[in-house]
């Protein structure tokens, strides 16, 4: 399969090249998004991109905008790709992994929500028995399911930059307490209602990220990626033991190889071998297969 590291799409401008996501200007109300295969891990791109990753992402998200529309608008569009992109050329090179967005106004923070005790959150449970702040009960193993899913919002970084965890009163001052108050309910209800889905179908959501933002109403909005591969642990269910790092469907896969390795986490990234490579491709395969059924 083919793998996409960069899009160029011709008569639109490039706006941003993110992590993952190309963003071209089309018009005042809209942008074209076109998910790459480029794969980042502690915030550095590595040079090897993920053959069909980038399809995955589009596919997941989709899926889960449309699940999650309901409880909170999205920033999908009905505008179909020929629209934009009259090449057909160009269209095919981008297929499955483009959609035409609402502009929107993002907001300054990531709206992270944790299910269970592992990454970040675990370290600090070590050192002081709480996870951003948040008191926890004493005992509790790595990996172990909290009693109940809780919100620990971070900075939104840049390329090459490093996230922050942040206090839910530093999002106040950010926000004001009503858009706050909002994100953290809204973020923890979509996490959920995901989390008992995701579990009926063999999959244990760990923790995620959402990123919202506001509409020209004012009217706060889903958008860029919804409980991917990338935004989320996913760990198999049926080898979910807690007290150790459960095996996982997303990036953690990578994250583990590079700890083995002698870098510094700091760009340049380092090249990965062809087998991690298709075993991630396989991994993010079978997250959307199980999820989405296709």
């Given at each position: 399969?083919?793998?996409?590291?960069?899009?160029?799409?011709?008569?639109?401008?490039?706006?941003?090249?993110?992590?993952?996501?190309?963003?071209?200007?089309?018009?005042?109300?809209?942008?074209?998004?076109?998910?790459?295969?480029?794969?980042?891990?502690?915030?550095?791109?590595?040079?090897?991109?993920?053959?069909?990753?980038?399809?995955?992402?589009?596919?997941?998200?989709?899926?889960?905008?449309?699940?999650?529309?309901?409880?909170?608008?999205?920033?999908?569009?009905?505008?179909?790709l020929a629209e934009v992109v009259a090449d057909a050329a160009q269209?095919?090179?981008?297929?499955?992994?483009?959609?035409?967005?609402?502009?929107?106004?993002?907001?300054?923070?990531?709206?992270?929500?944790?299910?269970?005790?592992?990454?970040?959150?675990?370290?600090?449970?070590?050192?002081?028995?709480?996870?951003?702040?948040?008191?926890?009960?004493?005992?509790?193993?790595?990996?172990?399911?909290?009693?109940?899913?809780?919100?620990?919002?971070?900075?939104?970084?840049?390329?090459?930059?490093?996230?922050?965890?942040?206090?839910?009163?530093?999002?106040?001052?950010?926000?004001?307490?009503?858009?706050?108050?909002?994100?953290?309910?809204?973020?923890?209800?979509?996490?959920?209602?995901?989390?008992?889905?995701?579990?009926?179908?063999?999959?244990?959501?760990?923790?995620?990220?959402?990123?919202?933002?506001?509409?020209?109403?004012?009217?706060?909005?889903?958008?860029?990626?919804?409980?991917?591969?990338?935004?989320?642990?996913?760990?198999?269910?049926?080898?979910?033991?807690?007290?150790?790092?459960?095996?996982?469907?997303?990036?953690?896969?990578?994250?583990?190889?590079?700890?083995?390795?002698?870098?510094?986490?700091?760009?340049?990234?380092?090249?990965?071998?062809?087998?991690?490579?298709?075993?991630?491709?396989?991994?993010?395969?079978?997250?959307?297969?199980?999820?989405?059924?296709?």
């Amino acid at each position: 399969m083919d793998a996409l590291f960069e899009s160029e799409v011709e008569g639109l401008a490039l706006l941003h090249r993110g992590k993952v996501r190309d963003l071209y200007d089309v018009g005042d109300d809209r942008l074209l998004i076109v998910t790459t295969d480029r794969l980042s891990a502690f915030d550095v791109i590595l040079p090897d991109p993920i053959p069909g990753k980038g399809r995955v992402l589009t596919a997941v998200s989709n899926f889960w905008f449309r699940r999650t529309q309901d409880l909170i608008g999205n920033h999908l569009t009905d505008t179909p790709l020929a629209e934009v992109v009259a090449d057909a050329a160009q269209r095919a090179a981008i297929d499955g992994r483009a959609v035409v967005v609402r502009r929107l106004e993002p907001l300054p923070v990531e709206a992270i929500v944790r299910g269970y005790l592992i990454g970040s959150g675990w370290k600090d449970y070590q050192s002081c028995g709480a996870v951003c702040g948040i008191e926890l009960p004493a005992g509790l193993r790595q990996a172990d399911r909290l009693p109940e899913p809780i919100y620990t919002p971070s900075t939104k970084a840049g390329t090459g930059e490093h996230d922050q965890n942040i206090a839910f009163e530093r999002t106040v001052e950010l926000l004001g307490r009503d858009l706050a108050e909002r994100v953290r309910e809204v973020s923890l209800r979509i996490y959920g209602e995901a989390a008992d889905y995701a579990r009926a179908r063999g999959i244990l959501i760990a923790d995620t990220k959402f990123e919202f933002g506001l509409d020209e109403t004012g009217r706060l909005t889903l958008m860029d990626e919804v409980l991917t591969p990338d935004s989320s642990r996913f760990w198999p269910a049926d080898q979910y033991r807690p007290g150790s790092s459960p095996p996982s469907f997303d990036k953690q896969y990578v994250r583990d190889y590079l700890e083995t390795l002698d870098w510094d986490k700091t760009a340049p990234g380092p090249s990965l071998p062809a087998e991690v490579i298709r075993r991630t491709a396989e991994k993010y395969r079978e997250a959307q297969q199980r999820l989405t059924g296709v």
